[in-house]
């Protein structure tokens, strides 16, 4: 029967989540499968891979063949490499501690470069949110000044109101005694 170490499908639409599992190759993608093996979460930044990194050496010192992606997700988590120091260890160039010993190594050396990874995404992240703010602080800056300004304009604009009201009614009263006027003249002719 051929193994395949293959991903399988769950999650919602648009919102992807994968097992990671080893199956017949004749079965359906999301179909039955021999053993779970991990799980891989792309959407998160970094992608979260959870890999059981011992059953999956099993599997491919039994001949299960990784698909693509697999095969990436089992290099990144160190599978392939374990499973290469399984290979020196069974010919006789390694030792079982040797062989440990650069396995843990290994996985210093990437551990360290994901949490640099992580620091310069919450690096980048917290200056993102700091030129937001003061891009905010300027447009609330401008709109106070514009604020205040309409405020000092409305102020000047009620001043000279207030003076032309007292001119309006003297424009008033003289229309009204020129109505007056016209209207007398009218009566007698």
């Known amino acids: 029967m051929p ?21 017949d190759a004749r079965a359906k993608r999301d179909g039955k499968f021999l053993e779970k093996l991990g799980i891989y979460n792309p959407t998160t930044n970094p992608a979260t891979i959870q890999l059981d990194v011992d059953s999956s ?9 990784p698909t693509d992606t697999a095969r990436n997700i089992l290099s990144y988590k160190g599978a392939l490499m ?15 501690e040797q062989a440990e010993e650069k ?26 949110r700091a030129k937001a703010l003061a891009a905010e602080k300027e447009v ?9 300004a309409a405020q000092q304009e409305a102020e000047a604009a009620a001043v000279t109101e207030e003076g ?11 229309t009204e005694t020129a109505d007056e006027a016209k209207a007398e003249d009218k009566k007698s002719n």
């Open 140 to 148: 609330n800056a401008k709109r106070e000044a514009e604020y205040k």
């Open 82 to 96: 374990k499973n290469h120091l399984a290979g020196g260890v069974r010919k006789g160039a390694l030792t079982e």
């Open 103 to 128: 396995f843990k190594a290994w996985l210093e050396e990437k551990e360290s470069k994901i949490n640099a990874k992580r620091e310069n995404l919450s690096k980048a992240e917290e200056e993102e």
């Open 164 to 174: 032309e009201p007292e001119a309006n009614a003297e424009k008033e009263v003289d």
């Open 57 to 65: 050496v099993k599997w491919l010192q039994n001949g299960a063949q």
């Open 3 to 23: 193994v395949k170490i293959r991903l399988q499908r769950h999650g919602k639409k648009g919102k992807p989540f994968f097992w990671i599992v080893a199956a």
